[in-house]
């Protein structure tokens, strides 16, 4: 059963950098994509971004494009989100998350939480203004 294990997250000034990190407890991950999601106090949990494990594609919320970068290493053990221009706005509790199958449509999707099988318990990001 995968486990994603966050880190990385902290506290920065807007305008700062922080790169997030997830690893499936060590193991190679062998499934079909993972991803970041983040909730803020009294908000639902929302899409970040996504990658697909094979090749590399990946999928971002409008709110982060052109700011916001996932990749995963080559040894495919380790997803990160690189996380530039922060803004207060993107102070969330911002979780990692797996998925094993295939799914059709997976730009639609992979946006929606419970397509997402295995969570992580979140890292704190905190950007003040």
């Known amino acids: 059963q995968v486990q994603p294990v966050e880190s990385g997250g902290g506290l920065v000034q807007a305008g700062g950098s922080l790169r997030l990190s997830c690893a499936d407890s060590g193991r190679t991950f062998s499934g079909y994509a993972m991803g970041w999601f983040r909730q803020a106090p009294g908000k639902e949990r929302e899409f970040v971004a996504a990658i697909r494990w094979s090749d590399s594609y990946t999928y971002y919320a409008d709110s982060v494009k052109g700011r916001f970068a996932i990749s995963r290493d080559n040894a495919k053990t380790t997803m990160f989100l690189q996380m530039n221009s922060l803004e207060p706005e993107d102070s969330a509790l911002y979780y990692c998350?797996?998925?094993?199958?295939?799914?059709?449509?997976?730009?639609?999707?992979?946006?929606?939480?419970?397509?997402?099988?295995?969570w992580g318990q979140g890292t704190q990001v905190t950007v003040s203004s």
């Open positions: 998350t797996a998925r094993q199958n295939r799914i059709a449509s997976p730009g639609y999707y992979l946006r929606q939480a419970a397509q997402w099988y295995s």
